[in-house]
């Protein structure tokens, strides 16, 4: 079967298209032809080292196909059921094997795009909105990169919660997409002091939540803009890695929350995943929350999709299909 392969840790260029033998199901794992697969900012993570996998290996966690086999005891898929799924390495591929109990069936009218688009980025927004700060109405978040894959969900969901939000932005162009997915005021970061703006957004006040994904350039002033017991959800780093912390500052900031989750954590029993991916396809379905894909590049262009990704240009979901 076709894959990209990571031979060696680097830029785009180090992810070559290759022939490798197709894998088998072992106990508890199902074979998954792959129709789509997400492409992540974790992707760029492991292909660089930031995040350390063995080498070689496949990228991609994230893709939406077909069962095609299934190994011994496995009761949750059937040969032939359409699935999506996110978290074992492998998806920029012809085929994965996955364990069973990681797939999601996917709902009627969810077609296999719109299920690579939305499972990871959108099960990002629901546990970030509804676990790690459950949003109520009358809060307030700030959602920087708004107009990105998780940040354009992640504004629908806040607002589904009730929240006002304040999102951040590059462009004029990524602003109207942000409002359009129902941000009530968007910064321009790049142009303007967005500590400034959301204080004066507030009254001076703050908001109870940030979440953070661009990291290094954003972190500290983000930490400026919380109401004294805040929080700061660090899940992110498109920007860089935030430097060493003292948690000192938490205290002279007003007493502030900090946490750096992680999907894995949120999703980490069967249970669990099937309640967060079932309200996000369920949301997709009833037409709740839109799933905007900004483009697919066929497998072999797997190096393009990530200087898309890394190139600030995106907004909304990349794709690969084999
Ligand atoms: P995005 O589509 O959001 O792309 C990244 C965006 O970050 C860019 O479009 C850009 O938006 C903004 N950005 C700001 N500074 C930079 C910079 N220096 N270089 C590149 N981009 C920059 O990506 P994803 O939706 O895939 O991921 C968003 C973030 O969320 C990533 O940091 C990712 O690691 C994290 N994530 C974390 C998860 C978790 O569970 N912890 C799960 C999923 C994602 P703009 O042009 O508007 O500034």
Not at 114 to 125: I, R
Not at 224 to 242: A, D, T
């Amino acid at each position: 079967m076709k894959a990209i392969r990571v031979h060696s840790h680097g830029g785009p260029e180090v992810l070559r298209y290759e022939e490798i033998p197709q894998p088998a199901p072992g106990k508890g794992e199902a074979l998954v032809r792959i129709l789509a697969a997400g492409v992540n900012y974790i992707d760029t993570y492991h292909r660089r080292g930031l995040y350390q996998v063995p080498l070689p290996f496949t990228p991609g966690v994230e893709a939406a196909g077909v069962v095609e086999d299934v190994g011994p005891e496995v009761s949750e898929v059937q040969v032939g059921d359409r699935v999506a799924y996110t978290g074992p390495l492998g998806a920029y591929a012809e085929y994965a094997v996955v364990p069973a109990s990681r797939l999601v069936k996917l709902p009627e009218g969810i077609d296999f795009s719109t299920a690579a688009a939305v499972l990871l980025q959108g099960m990002t927004a629901h546990y970030l909105t509804h676990s790690t700060y459950p949003l109520k109405p009358g809060d307030t978040a700030l959602v920087h990169a708004a107009a990105g894959g998780v940040g354009l969900l992640l504004v629908q969901v806040a607002k589904m919660r009730g929240a006002r939000v304040i999102g951040t932005v590059s462009t004029e162009e990524k602003a109207a997409l942000a409002k359009e997915a129902g941000a009530d005021e968007v910064i321009l970061y790049t142009k303007q002091d967005f500590e400034a703006e959301v204080k004066r957004l507030t009254d001076g006040r703050g908001v109870h939540v940030v979440y953070e994904s661009v990291g290094k350039d954003t972190f500290e002033k983000s930490l400026n803009c919380l109401l004294p017991r805040g929080y700061l959800v660090l899940f992110g780093q498109s920007s860089g890695p935030v430097p060493p912390f003292d948690p000192q500052i938490l205290n002279q900031k007003g007493s502030l929350f900090l946490t750096r989750p992680t999907l894995q954590h949120y999703v980490a029993t069967r249970e669990e995943l099937l309640q967060r991916a079932g309200d996000v396809l369920g949301w997709v379905a009833s037409g709740k929350l839109k799933v905007r894909i900004d483009s697919t590049f066929p497998l072999g262009e797997a190096a393009e999709a990530h200087r898309r990704l890394e190139s600030r240009q995106s907004a909304g979901k990349i794709l690969l299909k084999p």
